[in-house]
């Protein structure tokens, strides 16, 4: 299999229509990546050395889109739909250059095994010309069936098409194939379009192929391999399946989940073993996060990087750019953003702390801020080892604290502190006497005056 050069040839030109949305179907999201691109890094993962997209609906946004999850991938438009072999055709440019495989997949159907496509490409090294991978459901209404004889594929039958015999067959077609390289053109241009719709379909390769003594074979996988999206609905149900997986694998590695359906994974979320995961935990795109760490519930992180034994939340949010070195805390209802927290300080509650550094061992009262934007420019705040800030100050950036420096509570630093000094940035306290009952009177007075006002009205 290393020896045999491989093409994915991904079908992406469908408008989605019943997904009510100007977005490409195909670029909706699950996990965080457009399914698209969980099709072609499944690809990539059996060993498809070569991408291409074949688009229509949305053909800019969708080049834009590819630039970033497969930029070596090559696009071609579907001018005309014209059914699924016709789609494929578009590639021919691509298809011609003689690989031994040619995979075509579904950029709708985001939740195929990489397994799956190995398991049919190896059909391919031991001879087969096609491979079509299919299912098996003991509820096949409304699928193709895969109508095989001596262990050989002779046939793809849509139901409507099928005997009352056939119908009962439970196999069904998955939708995607496997190709050898050097038959696909001669199959594909053999596709005719007397059908119904006068369509190409590339379903009809399967005959083709049989007819001309090929061998052609059917290889099984879940249900889930072949789900194809085609609504909201129907792309929730997919996520589902996604974090499901991305759960359960999770756990097998170590990892605690205390609730494992209220958390939510990215399609990059990296987790270390020992670390413990509350309920109602979301991770989104870009988040690592070592061994022994420990995830709060109803914490929100995306963008952040937690080192080993990390303390975060309850109801913490960690936006791009967050760095929790080794031991760091930070707690409930804070927000960090291009932060560094390093080893051991703490952001315990009620803070927000952006663009900054808090360093080693520092402690950070609640309700403090680092007021890091004047509406037009960001600014840093470093704030050194063993630093203590006192609750409720605003640290205006740009600004230092020294280390070991103290803030009194309440302070408003507008100047960079030594290390090691004190600093006070409130007014003095003033008391007046009997100032207090005399303001409850007053404001008594007039709110019964009022009451009285609107009852003779």
């Not at 457009?34 to 050395?49: Q, R, W």
């Given at each position: 299999m290393s020896q045999r050069t491989c093409l994915s040839v991904i079908l992406a030109a469908g408008e989605g229509t019943r997904m009510k949305s100007a977005l490409p179907k195909v670029l909706h999201?699950?996990?965080?990546?457009?399914?698209?691109?969980?099709?072609?890094?499944?690809?990539?993962?059996?060993?498809?050395?070569?991408?291409?997209?074949?688009?229509?609906?949305?053909?800019?946004?969708?080049?834009?889109?590819?630039?970033?999850?497969?930029?070596?991938?090559e696009t071609y438009v579907q001018e005309k739909r014209l059914g699924t072999a016709h789609a494929v055709l578009a590639a021919r440019e691509a298809i011609s250059r003689?690989?031994?495989?040619?995979?075509?997949?579904?950029?709708?159907?985001?939740?195929?095994?990489?397994g799956a496509l190995t398991v049919a490409r190896l059909k391919l090294a031991e001879g087969a010309a096609v491979a079509v991978i299919g299912f098996r459901t003991p509820n096949p209404t409304g699928y193709g069936r895969?109508?095989?004889?001596?262990?050989k594929l002779v046939a793809i039958r849509e139901e409507k098409d099928c005997s009352d015999e056939e119908k009962k067959i439970t196999f069904c077609n998955g939708g995607l194939m496997a190709v050898a390289g050097g038959r696909a053109l001669e199959l594909l241009d053999a596709v005719g379009n007397k059908n119904a719709k006068g369509e190409y379909y590339l379903t009809d390769i399967v005959g083709i192929a049989s007819g001309h003594g090929l061998d052609v074979v059917a290889t099984e996988a879940s249900f889930e391999n072949a789900l194809g999206i085609n609504n909201r609905a129907e792309l929730a149900q997919a996520q589902g399946i996604w974090q499901q997986r991305r759960r359960h694998e999770a756990m097998l590695s170590g990892v605690t989940l205390i609730a494992p359906e209220t958390v939510f994974f990215s399609h990059d979320t990296e987790i270390g073993a020992?670390?413990?995961?509350?309920?109602?935990?979301?991770?989104?795109?870009?988040?690592?996060?070592?061994?022994?760490?420990?995830?709060?519930?109803?914490?929100?992180?995306?963008?952040?990087?937690?080192?080993s034994n990390c303390d975060v939340g309850p109801f913490a949010r960690l936006r791009p750019g967050a760095d929790l070195r080794q031991k760091a805390k930070v707690g409930n209802f804070c927000e960090v953003k291009q932060a560094t927290i390093e080893e051991g300080a703490k952001v315990n509650h009620l803070t927000y702390i952006g663009d900054a550094r808090v360093g080693a061992g520092a402690n950070i009262g609640a309700g403090t801020i680092t007021c890091n934007y004047d509406g037009y420019s960001k600014f840093f705040t470093d704030i050194g080892e063993g630093a203590f800030i006192g609750s409720n100050s605003a640290l205006v950036a740009p600004i230092t604290?020294?280390?070991?420096?103290?803030?009194?509570?309440?302070?408003?630093?507008?100047?960079?502190?030594?290390?090691?000094?004190?600093?006070?940035?409130?007014?003095?306290?003033?008391?007046?006497?009997?100032?207090?009952?005399?303001?409850?009177?007053?404001f008594a007075a007039a709110a019964a005056a009022k009451k009285k006002a609107g009852a003779d009205h």
């Open positions: 999201q699950i996990a965080g990546l457009p399914m698209v691109a969980h099709v072609v890094k499944a690809a990539e993962t059996a060993g498809a050395g070569d991408q291409v997209l074949v688009i229509g609906h949305g053909a800019e946004e969708m080049r834009k889109a590819a630039a970033k999850f497969a930029p070596d991938a003689g690989y031994d495989d040619v995979l075509v997949m579904f950029g709708d159907t985001p939740l195929i095994d990489p895969l109508i095989e004889k001596g262990g020992d670390t413990i995961v509350e309920p109602n935990v979301w991770f989104g795109p870009g988040v690592k996060i070592a061994t022994g760490a420990k995830i709060h519930a109803f914490s929100h992180i995306e963008g952040a990087t937690i080192a604290i020294g280390k070991g420096g103290y803030i009194a509570s309440g302070s408003v630093i507008t100047e960079d502190v030594p290390d090691d000094a004190l600093a006070f940035g409130r007014a003095r306290q003033k008391t007046i006497p009997g100032k207090g009952k005399e303001l409850r009177e007053r």
